[in-house]
Structures are given as structure tokens and as C-alpha cells.
């Protein structure tokens, strides 16, 4: 008897004792959580560059900052970021004036490294990039105030190797790729193609394709500066000269072109 009610002792003390023991936890936390970030005012820091790193500092102490801060008063904030020995990590966030969020950004080490979101007023969605130690990469997408996607583009090296811009009704409007070392965009109306412009990536060709409505081609047109002399020049489908035009000599020979341009 004395051995079961010994038991049921130990047992309740140490229930109490858990009990305890995690109501402390918790309040522990939730004090922490409650000082995890410090409030500054504006113009409050500064930002020194070292190598093409920001390295923030107080402007009352020139003290290197360290840790959560959020820039604002007892009513709106316009700023918060993390920063870990002066150098941003992780979220940085700036408000609109109305306490949306403007831009939601993440870094590392200094450098934007991961997403990019930036919103409207209204906040909703705008632009959305991704970053890898402050390079643009992958997919970068844009959107109309109602969500639909206005346009996405693949990056490559900061560099844009293919895009689609979209109306508000989703039809797509232009798209460009990378085709043979030259770089094609391509604009679109009802479903299809009916110009085309086109620039090489590695020399100085520029050109201009127009197509009727069955798709085939109108006119290929070629801007070529030689010296002091700039040509209009026709091509055929195979990109062959066909035509060569002086635009200083023959302006009105020239303009016969113009009408295409008009249709852009």
C-alpha cells in the first residue's frame, strides 16, 4: 500500500514538475518573440559599401548593426530587414504608404539571393524574379492587376534568352527567342505573326520582317550603315540582297518602306 501510493506521489510530481517546466518555456519564448526585432526611426542608418557590399551601420554611434529591425513608429513602419553583423541575411521588406507591402526581398550575405516579389498598392502581385548571389536566373514573371500572368521571361547569365508578353485576355502580344546566334521578336496579333524584328548577338545585323495574313512574307528589310552612307536594303526569303537604297540620295524611294514600319 505504502509502495502504490509512493508511486502516485513520484508520478504527480513529476507531472507538476513537467507542467511547470513548460509553461516557463513557452512565456520564455513568447518573451523572446516579442523582442526578436528592434524599432528604429527614419533616416536612423546608414550604408557603407566595402568590395560592393552594404555593411549598415546606427547613425548615432556608427555602430555596426546586428539582428531584426523595423523602421517606423508606434503606428506604421516603412522598412524591416535582418542583418547579421551589418551585412543583410534573410528578409528585407519595404512598405507602400498605406502598410501594404511594396517589395519583399531575400539575401545573403549581402547579395539578393533567392525571390523578388514586388507588389501594387492594392497589394496584389507585380513582378516576381529569383536571384542567385545577386545574379538574375531562371524565370522572371510579370502580372496584370487581376493575377493574370502580363509577361515571363528565362534568364540566363543576366541575360534574357526568351520572353512572352501576354494581352489582358491572355492572348500572347510578342515573344522573342534566340534562333542561329540571332535574337528574333516576334509581334503578334489574333494568333499570329505579323512582324518580325530581328538583331544578331554578335555582329551589327538588323533587320525587319513583315508577313501577310496566311503567313508568308511581305517584306524583309535590312538597316545597314557604311561609313557616312546609310542603305535600306530588300531581302528575299533566303536573306539574299534584292534591293540596296541610299537613304541620304533617294529619301522618297525610302519612304515607300515607311508603311511598314507604321504597322508596329
Given at each position: ?63 555596426v548593426m546586428d539582428g531584426y529591425y523595423v523602421i517606423g513608429n508606434k503606428t506604421s513602419k516603412w522598412e524591416e530587414f535582418s ?53 538574375l536566373y531562371g524565370k522572371s514573371i510579370g502580372y496584370f492587376e487581376n493575377g493574370q500572368i502580363s509577361s515571363e521571361s528565362t ?97 522618297q524611294e525610302t519612304m515607300k518602306y515607311f508603311q511598314y514600319m507604321r504597322q508596329l
Amino acid at each position: 500500500m505504502f509502495s502504490l501510493m509512493k508511486n502516485l506521489f513520484l508520478k504527480k510530481t513529476c507531472l507538476i514538475l513537467t507542467l511547470i517546466w513548460v509553461i516557463s518555456a513557452c512565456k520564455e519564448k513568447a518573451n523572446k518573440d516579442s523582442s526578436s526585432f528592434e524599432l528604429l526611426p527614419r533616416n536612423s542608418y546608414f550604408v557603407d559599401s566595402y568590395n560592393g557590399i552594404g555593411v549598415y551601420r546606427l547613425n548615432e554611434t556608427k555602430e555596426v548593426m546586428d539582428g531584426y529591425y523595423v523602421i517606423g513608429n508606434k503606428t506604421s513602419k516603412w522598412e524591416e530587414f535582418s542583418v547579421k553583423e551589418g551585412v543583410l541575411n534573410g528578409d528585407y521588406i519595404v512598405f507602400h504608404s498605406n502598410g501594404e507591402i511594396f517589395s519583399h526581398s531575400q539575401y545573403q550575405n549581402g547579395k539578393l539571393h533567392g525571390n523578388e516579389k514586388i507588389y501594387s498598392l492594392s497589394g496584389k502581385i507585380k513582378t516576381h524574379k529569383t536571384y542567385n548571389q545577386g545574379l538574375l536566373y531562371g524565370k522572371s514573371i510579370g502580372y496584370f492587376e487581376n493575377g493574370q500572368i502580363s509577361s515571363e521571361s528565362t534568364i540566363k547569365n543576366e541575360e534574357i534568352i526568351e520572353s512572352i508578353s501576354y494581352n489582358q485576355i491572355g492572348e500572347i502580344d510578342s515573344q522573342m527567342f534566340i534562333k542561329d546566334g540571332r535574337k528574333i521578336t516576334q509581334y503578334v496579333k489574333g494568333g499570329k505573326v505579323f512582324s518580325e524584328q530581328i538583331s544578331s548577338t554578335y555582329d551589327d545585323f538588323e533587320a525587319m520582317k513583315f508577313y501577310y495574313e496566311d503567313g508568308s512574307l511581305n517584306v524583309y528589310l535590312r538597316m545597314l550603315d557604311d561609313g557616312e552612307k546609310s542603305f535600306l536594303i530588300e531581302l528575299n526569303e533566303n536573306g539574299d540582297e534584292i534591293k540596296r537604297i541610299d537613304v541620304k540620295a533617294n529619301p522618297q524611294e525610302t519612304m515607300k518602306y515607311f508603311q511598314y514600319m507604321r504597322q508596329l
